[in-house]
């Protein structure tokens, strides 16, 4: 005698099986894609990173390998982890629409800054 499930259980469980053939999906396709050689146009002088770390490549263009490569992006990626505890929200309530705090507008820079970042690297 079973209680039915509640909306909350039913959707965990939709969402987990999504999550699931998602991850089948992602992994059959990393199965299947051909890989071609990296780098084979390329000068020997300059390396081309892929189209995902064209951000930390302009970095390390720019700026020493300590700060370009591990403070700044470490900085970054803190605080997009910490965001969801500096806010001051309780619990899981839906935000209100209103102003942005400071927080969220550094957090949408930082998403800002590294975009840019991307899109110069392949556009130079």
Same mark, same amino acid.
């Given at each position: ?17 999504? &999550? ?7 992994g059959l !396709? ?12 390329? +000068? !020997?002088?300059? %390396? !081309? &990173? +892929?189209?995902?770390f064209l ?25 997009? %982890?910490?965001? +969801? ?6 619990? +899981? ?7 942005? !705090?400071?927080?969220?507008? &550094?957090?949408?820079?930082?998403? %800002? ?8 690297g392949l556009?130079?």
């Open positions: 005698m079973d209680a039915p499930p509640t909306p909350r259980q039913s959707l965990v469980r939709k969402e987990g099986l999504c &999550a699931l053939a998602c991850l089948a999906l992602l !396709s990393a199965a299947l894609y051909p890989l071609a050689p990296v780098g084979g146009g390329q +000068p !020997s002088g300059q %390396a !081309s &990173a +892929p189209w995902v951000g930390f490549q302009q970095l390390l263009r720019w700026l020493p390998a300590w700060l370009g490569g591990l403070l700044l992006p470490g900085l970054a990626l803190a605080l997009l %982890a910490a965001l +969801p505890w500096l806010e001051g929200r309780p619990g +899981p309530a839906v935000p209100a629409y209103g102003r942005p !705090s400071a927080l969220a507008l &550094a957090a949408w820079l930082v998403l %800002a800054v590294w975009a840019g970042l991307t899109a110069w556009l130079c």
